[in-house]
């Protein structure tokens, strides 16, 4: 069983920097992808990108591609998502999630994120 916890969420005014944790524990992930996502008030949860735990290759959604940046770090078995230039649009629940094949089957909590204007 694998356990995801976020941290790093807070409050930031447009244009600033945060970056989010997420804390894998319970097996070790190499061969997983390790995906973050983001849920807005009243809207659908939305993918923001994933890293690969082995190869460490990234792929972002287009609303963050050049601003997020995706990372991991194996002796931690931790994973990041360092946001840049930060809008009051990318205000959200953000969640980490791991699958090894198709399905995300692990989900942390979730850390609020708000962008003041």
């Known amino acids: 069983q694998v356990s995801l916890v976020e941290s790093g969420g807070g409050l930031v005014q447009a244009g600033g920097s945060l970056r989010l944790s997420c804390a894998a524990s319970g097996r070790k992930m190499s061969g997983y992808i390790m995906g973050w996502f983001r849920q807005a008030p009243g809207k659908e949860r939305e993918f923001v990108g994933h890293?690969?735990?082995?190869?460490?290759?990234?792929y972002y959604a287009d609303s963050v591609k050049g601003r997020f940046t995706i990372s991991r770090d194996n002796a931690k078995n931790t994973v990041y998502l360092q946001m840049n230039s930060l809008k009051p649009e990318d205000t959200a629940v953000y969640y980490c999630a791991a699958r090894f094949y198709s399905d995300y089957n692990y989900w942390g909590k979730g850390t609020l994120v708000t962008v003041s204007s």
């Open positions: 890293i690969s735990w082995s190869t460490g290759s990234t």
